[in-house]
């Protein structure tokens, strides 16, 4: 059965310093994984998913097959990145779209 | 891109009353949404899963009578929650399953419901 890790609830580091949010899963297949990113009082929105292995706000994040894990890093944390972090992917389905199945997130403090 | 227009954001409402909460897919045409609960400090619950043109989909646990589910239209989702009780208090949030360039699934801003 599908299932994400998000091991800590909740993270503070010191503006500058490295960051990183882990993430593991379970899943039968190959998986696509999400983080998405909830500002204060903003809707969730997309932070990055694997497949595009793109660099978003200076965050990236690898898949590691081996470990099953997929955390997110940014080597320099700003305040701005304050926020709930989640780490998704998508169900097995039944035919059609798939809906998300979410990790518990991580709230990430950056103190200034 | 893509934008999920949920309303309301926030409801207060007395126990055994009924509350619609809607989201409209902006620029585009969603076919599908799914809805998630959110409580406090905990991950997001898929609920169910809407269908334009046939019924929804509700996840196991998720009681059908009481969180009605319609999909009258390719761009407007709504959730009823009829007969509120206060641990019906919760955050509803609605998602369009990705369509645009960048693969993201779309949200809406979620509604704080609070039955008192």
């Known amino acids: 059965a599908q299932r994400v890790t998000q091991p800590e609830k909740l993270l503070s580091v010191f503006k500058g310093a490295p960051v990183e949010l882990k993430c593991n899963y379970s899943y039968s297949g190959s998986p696509e994984l999400f983080w998405y990113v909830q500002y204060s009082r903003q809707r969730l929105q997309l932070l990055l998913r694997?497949?595009s292995r793109e660099s978003i706000k200076g965050f990236t994040a690898d898949l590691n097959k081996g470990e099953t894990s997929f955390h997110l890093k940014k080597p320099f944390a700003q305040e701005e990145d304050s926020a709930m972090y989640y780490c998704?992917?998508?169900?097995?389905?039944?035919?059609?779209?798939?809906?998300?199945?979410f990790g518990t997130g991580t709230r990430l403090t950056v103190i200034p | 891109g893509a934008v999920v227009s949920q309303h309301p954001s926030r409801v207060i409402c007395k126990s055994g009353t009924s509350v619609k909460i809607e989201c409209r897919s902006l620029?585009?045409?969603?076919?599908?949404m799914f809805w998630y609960r959110q409580f406090p400090k905990q991950s997001l619950m898929l609920m169910a899963t809407s269908n334009e043109g046939s019924k929804a989909t509700y996840e196991q646990g998720v009681e059908k009578d009481k969180f009605l589910i319609n999909h009258a239209s390719l761009t407007l989702s709504t959730l009823t929650v009829t007969s509120a009780h206060p641990e019906d208090s919760s955050f509803y949030i609605c998602?369009?399953?990705?369509?645009?360039?960048?693969?993201?699934?779309?949200f809406g801003s979620g509604t704080r419901l609070t039955v008192v």
């Open positions: 620029d585009f045409q969603a076919t599908t």
């Open positions: 694997h497949i």
């Open positions: 998602s369009a399953p990705p369509g645009g360039l960048n693969g993201g699934y779309t």
């Open positions: 998704a992917l998508p169900a097995v389905p039944p035919p059609g779209a798939n809906n998300l199945f």
